[in-house]
């Protein structure tokens, strides 16, 4: 058990926690957001971070080692004192520099030395940020390396530092899980998902829920995680589902300084805007021509600001649904926003099974808002209940009424399938949906029939439904009798019809 790290609240895979960052004294909340700062380029001051939200933030130790006097004046002052901020810094490696420009002029052991000699609370060492789409091999080899860095960070003295434990492997899932295993063995603190940036410029959010989901089943359930360089409010929610836990934003600069705006849904450029879509106190006190006319600091700085403002509002959003228990709802929302994080919501139901197990047994309310959610955890949890009924007899399973025919009368429902009826008031059969249902969520209902079937071949089955698709159909075995109650009568098993 990892005691800088303790759930508070579960959702799929989301979780609020309180990250303890000790040679900070202080708690962060989790999911978390650390803005990113260049200390050679300011956008917005560290001090007022706090004004957004902000409990952590993250700078890099390499920029600073690399330019003397800056790092004469860390070492001096610190880096709390440097930055003007009070709250719990990470530092980066330079692993970043080593993935763009093939070479550091540092190693893991220096670079860890340095960081907590200027005052880090939670150090890197230098991993190698293998790209996607490398060949295995190459991933496989570089893979080793980092492996072999984490080792010897272990070994190295930085007191009560945190170290961060980066998890490589590219883009291949079983890599990701291999290396959050060898991660998580080491006694270092927190993992990063690392060597996602070039598939999330490229809004590749498939192969990022891929990646973190292949990490996560490495690393155990206790481990903070990290996805590095992840800054866009539009995958939040997503990345929270996967299992996230620690963001940072480059974005809220990066982005501010070419005129883009951030949202919920995606970007937009400041020259097409003639509304700000915003209630932050920027875009209550400006419009767009206002911001447009600024001179190009003082734009760049209040576009900065109001990046910041809507992607802490889009975290605090993200922790309240995950205590309410309906984050799959919102990352359903954002889903439907745009179609990469479509992309990344269908690859994490792909996972759905791995998920499930952290899901709650019992939420507030299920809603069926689109054909994604007959994949939700919930519906796979309720097929695999089936197999621990005990239907007897003839069993009508009926969308309908009931019939005195029988031997039990169990009710169906899409996407979940079949339930007795004392089972009506539970979490998920109370779930709401549309009347006017997809095909997915019948054949969701149709293989919740099939699973019954196939777990207790003594009982017999008839499934009374309500004109259901073919296609669904097509999943029900043909030993259980099927009759339409869009066109037909709903009888005994013989026949009869009282
Ligand atoms: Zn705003």
């Not at 190693?107 to 860890?112: A, G, M, R, V």
């Not at 961060?164 to 270092?188: C, F, K, M």
């Amino acid at each position: 058990m990892r005691d800088v790290f303790e759930i508070r609240a579960q959702d799929a895979g989301g979780r609020v926690g309180d990250l303890h960052v000790p040679r900070a004294d202080v708690t962060v909340e989790t999911p978390a957001l650390l803005p990113v700062v260049n200390p050679n380029v300011i956008t917005v001051d560290p001090a007022r971070f706090d004004e957004f939200g902000a409990e952590i933030l993250i700078t890099n130790s390499y920029i600073i080692k690399r330019d003397d006097d800056l790092a004469a004046r860390a070492r001096e002052e610190g880096l709390h004192d440097l930055l003007g901020f009070d709250g719990a810094i990470m530092t980066d490696s330079g692993s970043f520099q080593l993935s763009e420009y093939g070479e550091i002029d540092t190693d893991t052991e220096e670079i860890l030395r340095f960081q907590h000699d200027i005052g880090s609370d939670i150090g890197t060492p230098v991993d190698i940020p293998t790209p996607p789409d490398v060949d295995r091999e190459r991933a496989a080899d570089e893979l080793r390396t980092t492996q072999e860095r984490l080792e010897l960070a272990e070994t190295v003295d930085v007191g009560d530092m945190l170290v961060n434990a980066p998890v490589q492997g590219s883009t291949y899932p079983d890599l990701r899980e291999e290396a959050g295993a060898h991660a998580y063995a080491t006694d270092l603190d927190v993992f990063p998902v690392g060597a996602a940036v070039p598939m999330m410029n490229d809004y590749r959010y498939d192969d990022v829920a891929r990646a973190v989901a292949g990490a996560k089943r490495g690393l155990g359930a206790d481990a903070p995680v990290h996805l590095f360089g992840a800054g866009h409010p539009m995958m939040f929610a997503l990345a929270v589902a996967l299992g996230c836990d620690l963001f940072d934003s480059a974005a809220y600069a990066l982005y501010a300084r070419d005129d883009r705006y951030l949202t919920v849904h995606g970007t937009e450029q400041l020259a097409d805007l003639h509304h700000f879509p915003c209630a932050c106190p920027i875009c209550t006190e400006h419009t767009p021509e206002e911001v447009r006319r600024m001179p190009d600091a003082a734009r760049e700085e209040l576009l900065a600001e109001h990046n910041l403002h809507v992607s802490f509002t889009e975290l605090r959003r993200v922790k309240q649904a995950v205590r309410d228990g309906d984050l799959l709802e919102l990352v359903e929302a954002r889903a439907h926003a745009h179609p990469r994080t479509l992309d990344g919501y269908r690859a994490l139901l792909d996972h759905a099974a791995q998920y499930e197990a952290s899901d709650p047994a019992s939420k507030d309310a299920f809603f069926y808002a689109s054909a994604e959610s007959a994949r939700r955890p919930e519906v796979l949890r309720h097929r695999e209940r089936l197999a621990r009924l005990s239907p007897e007899g003839h069993v009508l399973l009926s969308e309908g009424p009931r019939h005195d025919g029988y031997d039990e009368c169990w009710r169906v429902k899409a996407p979940f399938g079949p339930y007795p009826a004392a089972l009506s008031e539970v979490y998920p059969l109370t779930a709401e949906t549309p009347s006017n249902m997809d095909r997915e969520g019948y054949e969701a209902a149709a293989k919740g029939v099939a699973r019954l079937a196939g777990e207790h071949p003594d009982a017999d089955f008839t499934l009374a439904h309500e004109s259901w698709p073919a296609d669904a159909l097509d999943y029900v075995p043909p030993r259980v009798e099927t009759l339409d109650l869009g066109e037909d009568r709903l009888t005994g098993p013989d026949g009869d019809e009282t």
